[in-house]
């Protein structure tokens, strides 16, 4: 593909360090997985929630959830870090990406595979099978770390996933983007989230202003907003 004022020698040189991997051929072992479906429920929730289709037959992108419920969203340990570095390895071509989710991926996974995957993840209490429903809050680190920020993010984040700790009620709901930013600078988004969170100052008080009906998919759409204190925000929540 010719990009206009790009050299296409360019283009290809750029190009070549996104190439794929190799993917094996399907070698009919791929009742590995079918059977771990059927067997694990929780295997199977988490697949029905983290994965998503590749395009290499026998292959998925296995989504590794950083929201485990009550916990800092984007946060991982060293010793999670590690984890995920040796599936990868193991797993999945070598290859990581973050999310603009705060999340992290592995694109390249056979579904042979993914039992083993799943099991590793439990082993580190990265298992969640969240993505995409309410709990897959983004959250900018806020007042807790940021310098700039005029109220705390984290702390919201962290009690709506557990008012909504629930996941049959989560999935109820459906697939639901939630983002929050501690200031006007807005780095979480939250003008483009379903539901917007941005907290402001208002006399020295932490206060929130919700944003509804954002879209951050190619229909962009700015949410529109309301205003309110740190209580009533979570009394809103909680209602
Ligand atoms: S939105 Fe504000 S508080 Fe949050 S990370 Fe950006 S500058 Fe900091």
Redesign the pocket.
Known sequence: MNSPGVDPKELARIEAYFASPEFVTDDGDDDVFETALAADEAFKAWSEQNLAEHRAPGYAIATISLKSIGAVPGDATSEQMRMIADMAETFGHDEIRISHEQNVVLPHVRKRDLPAVFAWLQTVGLATANVGLISDIIA????DY?????AR?IPIAQDIARHFSDSAYAKTIGEMKIKI????????HHHVAHIGIL?LDRRGVESYQITLGGDHTETLAIGLGLGFRRKKLCRLFSA
């Open positions: 900018c680190p806020g007042m940021c310098a700039l920020a005029t993010s930013s501690g200031c006007i600078n807005a780095c979480g907290g």
